[in-house]
């Protein structure tokens, strides 16, 4: 079970490397598009780690396509892997039963 785990964290490692913003996967005639913003921002915590002992890659692509790339980089990162909530669950007071 441990070495599945490891695994999947070595597989999971390699897929985020592939496709990481400023690691010149993207010239000034094919820029990053909304898509590219969306999984940029999803993947911004580990890319944050990743950029300081790799000086190449960057959160945040610079040859993209303007607004539609910011619009979906901001997008995900304030949902945090998905979970975009846009209203939010007030806590219940416990009631308290009459003594």
Not at 37 to 57: C, K, Q, R
Not at 78 to 83: E, M, R
Request: glycine share 8%; with cysteine.
């Amino acid at each position: 079970m441990r070495n599945r785990t490891w695994l999947l964290i070595i597989v999971l490692a390699l897929v985020l490397a592939a496709c990481a913003p400023g690691s010149d996967n993207f010239a000034a005639d094919d820029r990053a598009n909304f898509f590219h913003g969306v999984w940029h921002g999803w993947i911004a915590p580990f890319t944050l780690v990743w950029e300081i002992f790799d000086s190449d890659i960057r959160v945040y692509e610079p040859n993209n396509t303007g607004w539609w790339y910011d619009f979906g980089f901001y997008m995900a990162v304030i949902s945090g892997f998905g979970s975009l909530a846009l209203s939010r669950r007030k806590q219940r007071k416990a009631r308290r039963q009459p003594s």
